[in-house]
Nanobody, 124 residues
């Protein structure tokens, strides 16, 4: 059974950092494009960062470039999103997702498997 489980969210002050984790079971993360998305109340789901293919090419939304870093630990079958210099605008539920296709980008409809999400709140 394919499953993705996010963790690491929480409440952080502006300028702070969090590291989100996405642990996979039932399949090998390294074999799929993997994306991080977020959805704030009243807004559409937004692609934040992804491994676009199994070669490790990455994508970052302009709003997070230089602040967020996607990485993976194949031994743990886990993908991470390191988030630094967090801003109130980063507040959202963050989801990881895996795509069955060979290549995927920051569009939610390209992804087939989703985690349940983890809440990130940036507030003083």
């Amino acid at each position: 059974q394919v499953q993705l489980v996010e963790s690491g969210g929480g409440l952080v002050q502006p300028g702070g950092s969090l590291r989100l984790s996405c642990a996979a079971s039932g399949f090998t993360l390294d074999d799929y494009p993997i994306g991080w998305f977020r959805q704030a109340p009243g807004k559409e789901r937004e692609g934040v960062s992804c491994f676009k293919d199994t070669d490790g090419r990455t994508y970052y939304a302009d709003s997070v470039k230089g602040r967020f870093t996607i990485s993976r630990d194949n031994a743990k079958n886990t993908v991470y999103l390191q988030m630094n210099s967090l801003e109130p605008e980063d507040t959202a539920v963050y989801y990881c997702a895996a795509a069955r296709g060979v290549v995927a980008g920051p569009w939610a409809d390209e992804y087939d498997y989703w985690g349940q999400g983890t809440q990130v709140t940036v507030s003083s």
